[in-house]
């Protein structure tokens, strides 16, 4: 196995769980993004990084924009962990906005996290808020699996974490 290291940035935990998981999994380090330095990530041969989907950003990924020329000779692959069920047009949607340009062929994986409206900021809860408006406004028909969640979601606490959502990333480094 190469070098490897997990980058991570966790708003309420769910990232940090699947980072923690996939540290031990690989024997491999594990730093919070805010904590580290391009200097100590540039030993390593495989970088993953990690982080809670927020308007559709991945969180922490300007590390690896603003650093892709030191790491562009790297095994780079990045997980985004979001609270609506797995769904391709989205996770397609999420790469044209995170991985554009000279970060296209990144590879994008994703974890289904949790939703728990009692940890989440006033501002957090807020916009979810207004977006439960705006989709209530809808057919219920015709919702996206992601509104569907949503609807499901408000006034519950759900925890989707699930090691088994790692197996994909897991196996792609370890080719």
Do not use: H
């Not at 966790?10 to 540290?23: D, I």
């Not at 982080?51 to 790297?74: H, M, P, V």
């Amino acid at each position: 196995m190469n070098n490897i290291v997990v980058l991570y940035k966790s708003k309420y935990g769910a990232t940090k769980r699947y980072a923690e998981w996939l540290s031990k999994e690989l024997s491999c380090d594990l730093f919070l993004i805010d904590k580290v330095r391009i200097e100590q990530i540039k030993k390593y041969d495989t970088i993953i990084l990690g982080g809670g989907i927020y308007a559709t950003g991945i969180s922490g990924i300007s590390f690896i924009q603003r650093n892709y020329d030191a790491l562009k000779d790297k095994k780079l692959a990045v997980f985004a962990v979001g609270a609506s069920p797995y769904d391709e047009k989205v996770i397609s949607a999420l790469r044209k906005r995170n991985l554009k340009g000279k970060l296209d062929n990144i590879p994008c994986f994703y974890c289904r996290g949790a939703w728990n409206e009692d940890a989440m900021s006033w501002k957090d809860r807020t916009l979810c808020n207004m977006l439960k408006k705006a989709v209530a406004k809808k057919d219920p028909a015709t919702y996206e699996p992601w509104e569907k969640a949503l609807m499901e979601a408000i006034g519950t606490n759900c925890d989707w974490v699930d090691k088994n959502n790692l197996k994909p990333l897991i196996d792609f480094v370890q080719k």
